[in-house]
Nanobody, 129 residues
Framework: QLQLVESGGGLVQPGGSLRLSCEASEYSLAYYAIGWFRQAPGKEREGVSCSGTMPGNTDYLDSVKGRFTVSRDSVLNAVHLQMSNLKPEDTATYYC??????????????????????WGQGTQVTVSS
């Protein structure tokens, strides 16, 4: 069972930046498509960004395009979500999730929570002045 651990959340002022990390210890994330999701109180969980196993296969929620960047770190066996120009509406608990993808897939990676089988515990991001 893949274990995912998120880190990097916190309190930041509007316009600020945070970098979230999703790490795994026992299995290489190179064989997993990774999704970043968020859930605010009273709202459904939504897909924010994803990274497929094929290099360059990424996708973003429209509202974060140009502000968030997902990247893979093979040294740390991690996937990062760099978030810039944060807005109060970005406030949520952020989760990373994974789905096994043993061979690179050309189709655009997924932003649907139901497509992912392993989940981290979440990290809180609060954007407030």
């Amino acid at each position: 069972q893949l274990q995912l651990v998120e880190s990097g959340g916190g309190l930041v002022q509007p316009g600020g930046s945070l970098r979230l990390s999703c790490e795994a210890s026992e299995y290489s994330l190179a064989y997993y498509a990774i999704g970043w999701f968020r859930q605010a109180p009273g709202k459904e969980r939504e897909g924010v960004s994803c990274s497929g196993t094929m290099p360059g296969n990424t996708d973003y929620l429209d509202s974060v395009k140009g502000r968030f960047t997902v990247s893979r770190d093979s040294v740390l066996n991690a996937v990062h979500l760099q978030m810039s120009n944060l807005k109060p509406e970005d406030t949520a608990t952020y989760y990373c999730a994974a789905i096994y993808e043993p061979a690179p897939v050309q189709a655009t990676c997924r932003l649907t929570p139901a497509d992912f089988t392993s989940w981290g515990q979440g990290t809180q991001v609060t954007v407030s002045s």
